[in-house]
């Protein structure tokens, strides 16, 4: 905005310059030729009582001591047609004031100027010309126009510095708003806009201050809904733990109780999200080989009871990813959490993470299961649908976690049975 000002006014300024700098230099111009045709009217009209009286030698004599501008020659015609003064040719407009034409100021061949004046004495017509060049009509003129032109420069460069100045008082409220917008965009709901002036802009920052703070309300009161959702939700999972301790079976117990556990982190780990304040992931980022090896460790035990072969190529190195660890454990948890609720017990599963060489950028964890594969003609992909009975939410997580760094999730069936997923994830720059 800032550049589109000056140039604005430069383009602007610059016509109105040309229009008055122009038609001034050729005013100049002919003011500096009236002007030394003035003064060769002047000289003319000085002769012109000596020319009528006098005799030859008295007109010689003044002629050798009048003094005349730089490139004007006097000459004065006598009657017999001797020339006394500085010598000039003969022309036709000197031979028709001869014979009785009007004084005027007539063309030379060198595109000069002569002034003629008819005397009339007793011996006959006398004529006194002034002959000027074509450099003495417009001496000084090109010093005024380079003058003019200097002017018009320097008024030119004038304006453009006054329109950048002018043009920063109004970008300056603009790059206000853009700081506060990009803080507000980086989760800081406590940014707000300064802007006092020019009023349009003030508005336009009022209200933003007004949206980031109801912006900031909306998402305060969404995230102590959540957390005291969670909280109230402990009640009956107390109620629900006691009765699976209450149950005689110990193996159908122990079951439960496990459940009961990891549904008791989940609702911690939702506690603790909605408790965290909001600018602490504004940068997600997450060692994916330490985060994949924890949920893998974590569900291995389940695997352990169920007779299920874990097979893991996980590497030591750190691969760092645009994710947070809740989110990446969240999304292979829904993995996981499925390779459990949809293959039998005893269903072998492997988990690999590495990065993909014909996709830079991108890393991958590849977990797959000897299970029965995907159902036939059905589609896994929508949020919602797992094809299975099964919400299909657990999916549409992964799928988010994914998408969001970049990267995607997909599922296939392998030969001879069970199901691959790939979930791509987008890397990051390590933390500082």
């Known amino acids: 905005?800032?550049?589109?000002?000056?140039?604005?006014?430069?383009?602007?300024?610059?016509?109105v310059l040309l229009a008055f700098t122009l038609p001034l230099i050729l005013l100049v111009r002919d003011v500096a030729t009236?002007?030394?045709?003035?003064?060769?009217?002047?000289?003319?009209?000085?002769?012109?009582?000596?020319?009528?009286?006098?005799?030859?030698?008295?007109?010689?004599l003044?002629?050798?001591?009048?003094?005349?501008?730089?490139?004007?020659?006097?000459?004065?015609?006598?009657?017999?047609?001797?020339?006394?003064?500085?010598?000039?040719?003969?022309?036709?407009?000197?031979?028709?004031?001869?014979?009785?034409?009007?004084?005027?100021?007539?063309?030379?061949?060198?595109?000069?100027?002569?002034?003629?004046?008819?005397?009339?004495?007793?011996?006959?017509?006398?004529?006194?010309?002034?002959?000027?060049?074509?450099?003495?009509?417009?001496?000084?003129?090109?010093k005024a126009a380079v003058v003019i032109v200097l002017l018009a420069i320097a008024l030119f460069v004038a304006s453009l510095f006054i329109a950048d100045r002018i043009a920063r008082t109004l970008t300056r409220p603009l790059r206000e708003l853009e700081r506060t917008a990009n803080e507000l965009a980086d989760g800081d709901f406590s940014a707000r806009a300064n802007v006092n002036e020019p009023i349009e802009i003030a508005h336009v920052g009022s209200a933003m201050n007004a949206l980031a703070r109801r912006i900031g309300e909306l998402i305060t009161a969404e995230r102590e809904a959540?957390?005291?959702?969670?909280?109230?939700?402990?009640?009956?999972?107390?109620?629900?733990?006691?009765?699976?301790?209450?149950?005689?079976?110990?193996?159908e117990r122990d079951r439960i109780a496990a459940d009961v556990d990891l549904l008791e982190r989940s609702l911690d780990d939702v506690i603790r999200t909605a408790s965290r304040p909001m600018t602490s992931t504004l940068v997600p980022v997450c060692n994916a080989s330490a985060v994949v090896a924890d949920r893998v460790a974590f569900w291995s035990a389940l695997a352990e009871e169920q007779g299920r072969e874990v097979a893991t190529s996980?590497?030591?190195?750190?691969?760092?990813?645009?994710?947070?660890?809740?989110?990446?454990?969240?999304?292979?948890?829904?993995?996981?959490?499925?390779?459990?609720?949809?293959?039998?017990?005893?269903?072998?599963?492997?988990?690999?993470?590495?990065?993909?060489?014909?996709?830079?950028?991108?890393?991958?964890?590849?977990?797959?299961?000897?299970?029965?594969?995907?159902p036939t003609g059905v589609s896994v992909s929508g949020r919602?649908?797992?094809?299975?009975?099964?919400?299909?939410?657990?999916?549409?997580?992964?799928?988010?976690?994914?998408?969001?760094?970049?990267?995607?999730?997909?599922?296939?069936?392998?030969?001879?049975?069970?199901t691959q997923v790939r979930l791509q994830l987008g890397v990051t720059t390590p933390p500082d």
Do not use: C, Y
Request: glycine share 12%; hydrophobic share 45%.
């Open 1 to 15: 905005m800032r550049r589109r000002i000056v140039v604005l006014v430069g383009a602007t300024t610059s016509i």
């Open 34 to 60: 009236n002007a030394a045709l003035q003064r060769a009217t002047t000289i003319t009209q000085s002769l012109v009582p000596l020319v009528a009286n006098g005799t030859a030698i008295d007109i010689a």
């Open 62 to 142: 003044a002629l050798d001591s009048l003094q005349t501008p730089g490139g004007t020659t006097v000459s004065v015609v006598l009657t017999n047609g001797q020339t006394l003064g500085a010598p000039r040719p003969r022309d036709g407009a000197l031979d028709s004031v001869r014979a009785g034409g009007p004084a005027g100021i007539f063309a030379t061949a060198d595109k000069g100027r002569v002034v003629l004046q008819p005397v009339f004495s007793a011996s006959g017509v006398r004529v006194v010309a002034v002959d000027i060049t074509r450099e003495s009509l417009t001496k000084g003129w090109e």
């Open 226 to 251: 959540v957390a005291d959702l969670s909280h109230r939700l402990r009640t009956p999972l107390t109620a629900l733990r006691l009765d699976a301790d209450s149950l005689s079976a110990p193996e």
């Open 314 to 374: 996980i590497p030591s190195a750190a691969l760092w990813v645009g994710a947070t660890e809740d989110d990446l454990a969240a999304a292979v948890d829904a993995l996981l959490g499925n390779v459990f609720a949809h293959t039998d017990e005893g269903t072998a599963f492997s988990v690999r993470v590495h990065s993909l060489a014909n996709l830079d950028g991108l890393i991958e964890v590849l977990i797959s299961d000897e299970g029965p594969g995907l």
């Open 384 to 418: 919602g649908v797992s094809g299975s009975g099964s919400t299909g939410l657990g999916l549409d997580i992964a799928r988010r976690i994914a998408e969001s760094t970049g990267g995607s999730l997909a599922l296939d069936s392998i030969d001879p049975h069970g």
